[in-house]
């Protein structure tokens, strides 16, 4: 593994940490209720930021086919499973992921899925993959800070030193 697998990892972790610190103390009435005009839940980001996960490591480890779930609208809602089982899920998901990474080549081109935006799609590297998965991320880590605080004035950020 070289300094450039660990920097990107460490990236990716961090924001993890942030979406489970966003998470810290809610129940699951918490983790479904609507804050905003979306209908984006912590619980519907959770979950979908766990699938994601899972797919693009079935993606890079090149397992055929196109992952389960992965164009599934539904993982935005929250369908009443605990808190602390959705958050074991994520958690064992990145460490799934960061393994495939780790065990991977940087440059290495993995063939992508067909989407409906993109039917034939061209090979990323495992770089872009680690990338991509930090992007999304850190995107919805934004959306569910939003949504925490709209719930009940949490800010994650003034959470981030009270672990």
Known sequence: MTTEHNELLSMLNDERRMVRI???GLTAADAGKRTTVSELTLGGVLKHLTQGERAYTHILTERPGIPDGMFDTSQYTWDGD????LLAAYV???RATDEAVRAADLDKLVQMPSAPWDPNPEPWSVRKIVLQLFRETAH???HADIIREALDGASTTAQLHSD
Do not use: K, Y
Not at 82 to 85: G, I, T
């Open 22 to 24: 966003t998470m810290r």
């Open 82 to 85: 605990s808190v602390d089982e």
């Open 140 to 142: 919805h880590c934004g």
């Open 92 to 94: 064992e998901a990145g």
